[in-house]
């Protein structure tokens, strides 16, 4: 298996120490995966080939971190968070955490991360396995909002053995079948509807809670403390739901306007019992098979930096996200109540900039959003003006990490005229080879 940190190489590709160890397998051919990301492609890594230099093949990787085939069944590669000189690298899962702070951020946490289970299953160790802590953290999340609200209501059929009586439909044959044939001629077969919580996506839920409970249980390195209040908060709500389901009932399934965040955990729920196999002891294992599977570094910084804008601006619509204008969606655009502060504003998961200028890519991506009329409009503000644009990008020596009060002074970029930057540190954990 080759392992790199994020961003290794980016924008200057570089080789590796035991490169001697792959070249082989890698043959004499380049390599990139890219995924989708909305109607574009985001690449994950490239591996560079040039039979004509000293070091053959040289290596970047970009803001995705996890494991994936470079060779079907042959060879393996793995990304991992950033590191400091090897001594840390960034906690994902902190972010992730902070991000739940915020409530609209639920509905894109879908966006965070990608799946093959088409391909494969890749062993590694489960210190190594990314995705199952971030599936697990972000499902109890959603159970926790759901529990909340409370859990859904509603009617399902439930068929039972009833003697000398009759509820709802008298299922004739298997009256004959099972009671008659034995003798027992007074019992009748009977199918009713029955007005509860224990419907088909409730009990599924609570199934994937079993697997879940099981898996926090036994990873490895995992700050259980928080997950565990969220469990027994969960645990006391389910406690009346049955587990006794029928996954193959998941596509009878149909979304309900009022209950949205049943979808997310469905679909949550879905893949992580998937990825165990349906079978729960493999939610003990030291050495895990997992698909193929990429996480969007920047998106989950996106929405980290989402619920600390939230933080300092909190009252109702004061920061929006991911608002579309003429088919261009800034990162937010702030606007508070008071007038003061009217800005477009967008997340660069780019530590670079804490050295230098933000790159004149960027300045023209956010500048195009800042001129656009119905941006004017949103903001109040006149065509003749010239709208403040903000980069907010990760910096380690920020000394800042959150934007609360007296928090957010931003830095201004000399050369353009009402363009800032401010950096925002991120949590990290000490790293583990």
Known sequence: ?????????????????????????LGNKSYQKSIPRGQDKAYCYTIYHNENEENKFKF??????????IVENKLPIYIHPKSDNNTHEVDYLKMLFSSFKEPQNYKHFDQLFEINFSKPSIPILQSQDLLTPLLLIQYLNVLKKIVQKGLKKSYYPITENLNAKVKGKILVNDTIRKNHFNGKILNSYCKYNEFGVNSFENKFLKKALHFTISAVQNTRGLDTSALNNIINYVKTAFSNVKSDVDVRM???????ALYKEYDIALKLAKIILKKYGFNISNTNASVVKTPPFWIDMSKLFELFVYAKLKERFKEHNEVTYHKKFNYLEPD????????????V????????????????????????????????????LESDSVIDCLVIYSNQNANRDNFKEGNFELERESEYNKFYKIGIELPVKQYQN
């Open 1 to 25: 298996m080759i392992k790199l940190c994020e961003q290794y190489g980016y924008n200057n590709p570089r080789t590796i120490d035991n490169i001697e160890e792959f070249s082989a397998l």
């Open 60 to 69: 970047e990787t970009s803001y995705f971190v996890g494991v994936d085939w």
């Open 250 to 256: 998941l596509k009878s399934v149909k979304s309900n």
């Open 332 to 343: 937010f655009i702030v606007k508070t109540n008071d007038g003061q502060i009217k800005m």
């Open 345 to 380: 504003v967008d997340a660069k998961y780019k530590p670079q900039y804490q050295k230098g200028r933000i790159s004149t890519d960027d300045i023209r991506q956010i500048s195009g959003y800042a001129r656009l009329k119905k941006v004017y409009e949103f903001l109040g």
